[in-house]
């Protein structure tokens, strides 16, 4: 991407492969200023693309854009990359949008032709936080292949955002904190509302009211973006256990704080 403002005679275009709720975001923010075909299984999509002003086209066409975003799960980034390998040109640039980035990084490199360039990317909003607008939102780049300043200088100058550049390991490694923990805490609670009402009752501080807004924040996200971040990110697993052992030696250090004096401890 060389320009904030691109004609179609330019060349210059981006394809989206999958068009569910975050490729309709990507369309949304990128028609503005460069062409945009989009291609999807669901054929129904056929019509949110005509309403954004995108086109609906077949892999192949949507592949044959210098700019090619998958914006499909994590998990299938492996074998769409795969697909469309002998379909790319020489030079194209290729982007995956989702919320881990070793595993596609990986796919992408080992799947994709070593004349097409590719970065990996999270950005780090979504649908619902976007109708607040984007200017300081964050996303994340992760350069697998290639240079990527013209990119990080779009999305700074023409879409307002912040652009972090580090590797698919640093990005996981502090993802697997500060994403992964907070959709897993998330998911503790709302499977604890059916035994614990208090949990949506009216009795609540401040405090509680930001951690119960965090929640709803990632309540409806789709299973597929959970497991991702829960399954596939790395160092998820290291991250729940070390909480569960921290956790744990709390829950004793309490017991045992009163242990001596249980005249102070209303038990039932």
Not at 35 to 45: A, I, L, M
Not at 102 to 107: C, I, Q, S, T
Request: net charge negative; hydrophobic share 45%.
């Amino acid at each position: 991407m060389t320009s904030m403002t691109v004609s179609d005679e330019s060349g210059v275009s981006v394809g989206i492969v999958g068009f569910g709720v975050f490729g309709q975001l990507i369309a949304g923010l990128v028609l503005p200023y460069y062409r945009v075909d989009v291609c999807d299984p669901d054929e129904d999509q056929a019509v949110v693309a005509e309403r954004l002003g995108a086109g609906f086209r077949s892999l192949e066409d949507v592949v044959s854009h210098p700019v090619v975003v998958l914006a499909v799960p994590v998990a299938a980034v492996a074998e769409v990359a795969r697909r469309i390998a002998p379909m790319l040109k020489p030079g194209t640039l290729v982007l995956d949008v989702g919320s881990v980035k070793v595993l596609p990084a990986r796919a992408m490199l080992r799947e994709l032709p070593s004349d097409v360039d590719i970065i990996a990317t999270h950005p780090l909003f979504g649908p619902q936080s976007a109708r607040r607008g984007l200017a300081g939102a964050r996303i994340v780049l992760c350069p697998v292949r290639g240079r990527h300043g013209h990119l990080a200088a779009f999305l700074r100058r023409a879409l307002g955002l912040r652009v972090i550049v580090t590797t698919p390991e640093g990005h996981d490694r502090e993802m697997a904190v500060t994403q992964g923990l907070t959709h897993w805490l998330a998911r503790a609670l709302v499977g604890m509302e059916a035994s614990e009402p208090a949990l949506s009752g009216r009795l609540t501080t401040a405090s509680f009211d930001l951690i119960r807004e965090a929640v709803g924040m990632v309540r409806y996200d789709a299973p597929a973006v959970y497991e991702a971040i829960g399954a596939l990110n790395p160092y998820a697993a290291e991250v729940r256990r070390d909480f569960l052992k921290v956790a744990s030696r709390l829950d004793c250090e309490l017991d045992e704080a009163f242990a001596e004096r249980p005249d102070l401890v209303c038990v039932g």
